[in-house]
Structures are given as C-alpha cells and as structure tokens.
C-alpha cells in the first residue's frame, strides 16, 4: 500500500509465512480416517491454524486503518474489481492481503470518525509515466 506521500506500508503476507506451519495439521487430516473422532479432532486443529491468520490479518487491518485515519482526514482508494483480480496469477498474493476486508474496515472507521473515505475510479491514477519513468502527479476524480 503506498500513500500520496509515497510513503509505503508493507504488507505482513501472513499466510505465506504460515504455509510451512500448516503442513502437518493438514497431513495429520488427511490420514485420518473419515468420519473418526480423531479426524474431527484434527480439523478442528487445521481450523483454529486458519483462525490465527484471519485474525492476525484482521489485527493489521485495524492498526493500519487507524494510523491512516489519524494522519490524513480523506482518503482515497482505488475501486479495483478484488473478485476479478483474485483470478489472476497474482491471486495469492491479493488473497493473502484482504483488501476487500481492509477497504470495508476503512470506510466503517471513517464514517465513525467523521472523516472521508472516497472510492476513485482507478483508470488513470497511475502516476510514473510508462514511458520514461518520471513522476506525473494526477488529480483524483469520484468514480
């Protein structure tokens, strides 16, 4: 994420650090035999892994947001299709990020906050020419 200071926040990819950890509760599952109590069991272990990361993702959404909301009173944020995004390549990646859990977060804290969450239209926000590379500042239009 990066501000209109070019300021970047970096983004925890937390369920890529967790991939390695999840392995055995999911090896543990899927020797078991179905039905069995001790499947059950170890589903219940598999899902309170996944627990961990959506609410630590969560917990990062919050902070993030709330820093945002002290230093600037409008923010705007590009209206980009997440869902059509999702099935990209880069799926993973914007998966593991939330962005429509961060959006959704956001615009609640700045409605409750009295302070300005605007979707903008994403077509033309880029800012550094393709061409040559230099910095072209662009005005943001309400979608």
């Given at each position: 994420m990066i501000t209109s200071d070019a300021e970047t926040v970096?983004?925890?990819?937390?369920?890529?650090?967790?991939?390695?950890?999840?392995k055995l509760p999911n090896k543990a599952v899927s020797r078991?035999?179905?039905?069995?109590?001790?499947?059950?069991?170890?589903v219940k272990r598999l899902g309170l892994h996944h627990q961990k990361i959506a609410r630590q993702r969560k917990d990062f959404h919050y902070k993030t947001?709330?820093?945002l909301l002290d230093k600037?009173?409008?923010i705007g944020f590009?209206?980009?299709?997440?869902?059509?995004?999702?099935?990209?390549?880069?799926?993973?990646?914007?998966?593991d990020a939330g962005w429509?859990?961060?959006l959704s977060i956001l615009v609640c804290k700045a409605?409750?906050?009295?302070?300005?969450?605007?979707a903008v239209n994403p077509n033309g926000t880029t800012q550094n020419c393709s061409n040559c590379g230099t910095r072209?500042?662009?005005?943001?239009?309400?979608r």
């Open positions: 970096p983004i925890p990819q937390l369920a890529r650090k967790a991939e390695v950890d999840k078991k035999k179905k039905g069995s109590n001790r499947r059950r069991k170890a947001s709330k820093q600037y009173d409008v590009e209206d980009l299709n997440v869902k059509g995004l999702a099935r990209t390549r880069m799926a993973k990646s914007i998966l429509s859990e961060f409605e409750s906050a009295g302070k300005l969450a605007i072209v500042p662009k005005e943001i239009q309400d």
